[in-house]
T-cell receptor, first 114, second 116 residues
């Protein structure tokens, strides 16, 4: 039972255009959502997060939107650059004093073409 | 210092060998994690340590044995592994907290394990 789903395994976008990566979740107890970027043979790198009490968080070219009623979040990258080409993982956290248990989606491979 | 350092970067071992993966962080984080990632798959949680105590074990086989000697170090002892255990093993650390924390985990670059 996948609690975090990224239904698009890959996405190809032209440089300068908007990239939209989508993520759905099933567990309403998740209280933080995060996006990680991963290059081959490296560990995931944190990109941006959003608390469940917000519906939007922006950091430079990256914006994450959260729709709690639909249990859906999306990552917008504007404008997309070739260096953004990587695998993007959506993750959800139910944080507690035990330490955060981060559940990852399957990932979406973004390719930004010059 | 915002790094999580993992050693070795690459490890090849036979099914009868005993080896260890090591992880170190100096960010003052009190939660540390082991994740396993196979090719084209998302990272899967194996273990969580909180305040140097094992708090979550995701039903990992006993041939994987975690150890947290102190708040900066996390080890993963490997014994009698199978070829299907070949994967990228990722260590991560974070703050431990309630809903006010961001939940961000800092990952190391991983140890690429091959079991022959």
């Amino acid at each position: 039972d996948q609690q975090v789903k990224q239904n698009s395994p890959s996405l190809s976008v032209q440089e300068g255009r908007i990239s939209i990566l989508n993520c759905d979740y099933t567990n309403s107890m998740f209280d933080y959502f995060l996006w990680y970027k991963k290059y081959p043979a490296e560990g995931p790198t944190f990109l941006i997060s959003i608390s469940s009490i917000k519906d939007k968080n922006e950091d430079g070219r990256f914006t994450v939107f959260l729709n709690k009623s639909a249990k859906h979040l999306s990552l917008h990258i504007v404008p997309s650059q070739p260096g953004d080409s990587a695998v993007y993982f959506c993750a959800a956290s139910e944080f507690s004093n035990q330490g955060g248990k981060l559940i990852f989606g399957q990932g979406t491979e973004l390719s930004v073409k010059p | 210092d915002t790094e999580v350092t993992q050693t070795p970067k690459h490890l090849v071992m036979g099914m009868t060998n005993k080896k260890s993966l090591k992880c170190e962080q100096h960010m003052g984080h009190r939660a540390m994690y082991w994740y396993k990632q196979k090719a084209k798959k998302p990272p899967e949680l194996m273990f969580v340590y909180s305040y140097e105590k094992l708090s979550i074990n995701e039903s990992v086989p006993s041939r994987f044995s975690p150890e947290c000697p102190n708040s900066s170090l996390l080890n993963l002892h490997l014994h009698a592994l199978q070829p299907e255990d070949s994967a990228l093993y990722l260590c991560a650390s974070s703050q431990v907290g309630g809903a006010s924390e961001t939940g961000e985990l800092f990952f190391g670059e991983g140890s690429r394990l091959t079991v022959l």
